[in-house]
T-cell receptor, first 116, second 111 residues
Framework: DGGITQSPKYLFRKEGQNVTLSCEQNLNHDAMYWYRQDPGQGLRLIYY???????QKGDIAEGYSVSREKKESFPLTVTSAQKNPTAFYLC???????????????FGDGTRLSIL | EDQVTQSPEALRLQEGESSSLNCSYT??????LFWYRQDPGKGPEFLFT???AGEEKEKERLKATLTKKESFLHITAPKPEDSATYLC????????????FGAGTRLAVHP
């Protein structure tokens, strides 16, 4: 079955520590995205990538970093510079837009990050 | 500023009681309006895409419609298993499929 796998499901971070969230997809999608979800707010875009070895900042990129060395993988690192990292993190992928229309993004089941 | 607003924030229905969820948007150059369902502790599950005013899509008890300013998700004769948070999102011109999400409507259907 094709899909998006996020791991771990739960993650705890100590003060001053960097942590990395994994996202793997086998849908053969070119584009991948990272979102943050906080209670009562809409999902907010952290980073996105349309092609291997290229990625762009979203609306809330400060304190985060990503890499895209393989088409299937788009890991997110939450650095110690992110002062409020407690949130639900969602990875998504999609095929690239076709003409004037965008294609739906498909999501993994998320990683919940908490501070120790 | 591009914005998507959903109402109500929460909705409680009795089983079989039909209703509608609203998604109003102020985005320039809308390239798609998307509806998702999200269960607690899970990622959003894609439901529908709408591209043009007047377009409608249906799936089981759900029907999504689109006008020039808003979209509705109609739920006909809901069942308890329809309980979830429903998210609406729009993408705008800019070329990279950027989704702008509303905060969602929490739907609870009681037997």
């Amino acid at each position: 079955d094709g899909g998006i796998t996020q791991s771990p499901k739960y993650l705890f971070r100590k003060e001053g520590q960097n942590v990395t969230l994994s996202c793997e997809q086998n849908l053969n999608h070119d584009a991948m995205y990272w979102y943050r979800q906080d209670p009562g707010q809409g999902l907010r875009l952290i980073y996105y990538s349309q092609i291997v070895n290229d990625f762009q900042k979203g609306d809330i990129a400060e304190g985060y970093s990503v890499s895209r060395e393989k088409k299937e993988s788009f890991p997110l690192t939450v650095t110690s510079a992110q002062k409020n990292p407690t949130a639900f993190y969602l990875c998504a992928s999609s095929i690239l837009p076709t003409g004037a229309f965008d294609q739906p993004q498909h999501f993994g089941d998320g990683t919940r990050l908490s501070i120790l | 500023e591009d914005q998507v607003t959903q109402s109500p924030e929460a909705l409680r229905l009795q089983e079989g009681e039909s209703s509608s969820l609203n998604c109003s948007y102020t985005v320039s150059g809308l390239r798609g309006l998307f509806w998702y369902r999200q269960d607690p502790g899970k990622g959003p599950e894609f439901l529908f895409t709408l591209y043009s005013a007047g377009e409608e899509k249906e799936k089981e008890r759900l029907k999504a419609t689109l006008t020039k300013k808003e979209s509705f998700l109609h739920i006909t004769a809901p069942k308890p298993e329809d309980s979830a948070t429903y998210l609406c999102a729009g993408t705008v011109s800019g070329g990279y499929n950027k989704l702008i999400f509303g905060a969602g409507t929490r739907l609870a259907v009681h037997p």
